[in-house]
């Protein structure tokens, strides 16, 4: 495993210490790992979610209804096993 050394300010350094008092975490390490694995997975995330509405937006507008997208659209929600 690679080391990194990070400098912060003393705000900052209390809410890692928190943290690491709390329980949640054994070591600063754990701590900051785990930030940078949720951030890298929201980026993969918007990432994604960016790429839908561009797809959406390529896709055009569509001849039906909002009354017919809608049925459609709970129609498919109701194959896939959602609640009526």
Excluded: H, W
Excluded at 48 to 77: M, P, V, W
């Amino acid at each position: 495993m690679a080391t990194m050394n990070i400098s912060l300010p003393d705000a900052l350094k209390s809410v890692v210490d928190a943290q690491v008092g709390s329980g949640q975490y054994a070591s600063a390490s754990d701590y900051v790992r785990d930030l940078i694995r949720r951030d890298d997975e929201n980026r993969r995330k918007r990432a994604e979610f960016d790429r839908l509405i561009q797809e959406g937006i390529d896709s055009g507008i569509s001849d039906k209804t909002f009354e017919e997208i809608r049925e459609e659209a709970f129609q498919r929600a109701r194959a896939n096993g959602a609640p009526d």
